[in-house]
């Protein structure tokens, strides 16, 4: 089975990371904003045990990534990639570039919510 696996900023209630079962997930949307921040709701085909709701709310530290990118983008294309591996990683999604296009900062993710 492959897995969506998603790093936190920090440690939320001791964990670091979470994973989704990509044969789990039916779509990808953008989601509201969170705190004035970003979000991405990753909707289930299935929702986990004891959960009421279909999506799972990724949420970002920043309001919207640099020019050019998308957050909705960054974990569609981490869902839909490496078919055959165990685990894609959403991550490396520029927040601010230098005046050459080159990332300097990332956006962060700073929690997940069912919605």
């Known amino acids: ?9 920090a440690a939320v209630n001791g964990q670091t990371h ?3 079962p990509k044969d ?3 779509y990808v949307i ?7 921040n970003a979000s991405v709701d990753v909707f289930l085909k299935q929702a986990p045990v004891g959960v009421a ?4 709310r990724i ?3 920043q309001a919207a990534p640099a020019a050019g990118y998308s957050l909705v983008d960054a974990v569609s294309e981490a869902w839909t990639s490496n078919p055959g591996g165990i685990v894609s990683l959403v991550g490396g999604i520029p927040l601010t570039l230098s005046a ?11 929690g997940v919510t069912a919605v």
Do not use: E
């Open 30 to 36: 953008a989601g509201p904003a969170v705190a004035g």
């Open 100 to 110: 050459t296009g080159q990332a300097l900062t990332f956006c962060t993710i700073t």
């Open 53 to 56: 709701g279909d999506a799972l």
């Open 59 to 61: 949420q970002f530290g």
């Open 18 to 20: 979470f994973s989704i």
């Open 24 to 26: 789990n997930i039916s």
């Open 1 to 9: 089975m492959s897995y969506l696996k998603v790093n936190y900023v």
